[in-house]
Nanobody, 125 residues
C-alpha cells in the first residue's frame, strides 16, 4: 500500500522560508514522477511543482518560479519543496502526490494517483 506523509509545514512571516518533506513508502519511489499541490481556503487544489523520476527535470507554476525548489532523494524515498520568499498568498494546505509513471505528464490532478494527507502552511503578513 502506497503511503505519502508530508511534514514541515507551519506558521511563518512573509519573506520567510519553509522546507516541506514527503516521505513515501509502499512503492518503488524512484520509478515515479512526483508533484506538489496546494489548496487555499475556498479555492480549488492547484499544481505547484513536479519532478521527474531522476530529479533532472522540474516544473513549476509561474507563481512559484524563482522562489520554490522541488527536489528528491531517491535513496531516502523522500520528496522536498524548499519555499523561500513566502507570501501570504502561499497560505494553503500542501499535498504531495505520485505521478502515474516516471515522467512528468502535466498538471492535472488525474495524472497523479496517490496523495498525502497534506501539511498546513500559513504565511502571516
Amino acid at each position: 500500500q502506497v503511503q505519502l506523509v508530508e511534514s514541515g509545514g507551519g506558521l511563518v512571516q512573509a519573506g520567510g522560508s519553509l522546507r516541506l518533506s514527503c516521505a513515501a513508502s509502499g512503492r518503488t519511489f524512484s520509478s515515479y514522477a512526483m508533484g506538489w499541490f496546494r489548496q487555499a481556503p475556498g479555492k480549488e487544489r492547484e499544481f505547484v511543482a513536479a519532478i521527474g523520476w531522476s530529479g533532472s527535470n522540474t516544473y513549476y507554476v509561474d507563481s512559484a518560479k524563482g522562489r520554490f525548489t522541488i527536489s528528491r532523494d531517491n535513496a531516502k524515498n523522500t520528496l522536498y519543496l524548499q519555499m523561500n520568499s513566502l507570501k501570504p498568498d502561499d497560505t494553503a494546505v500542501y499535498y504531495c502526490a505520485t505521478g502515474r509513471g516516471p515522467f512528468y505528464k502535466g498538471r492535472g490532478e488525474h495524472l497523479y494517483d496517490y496523495w498525502g494527507q497534506g501539511t498546513q502552511v500559513t504565511v502571516s503578513s
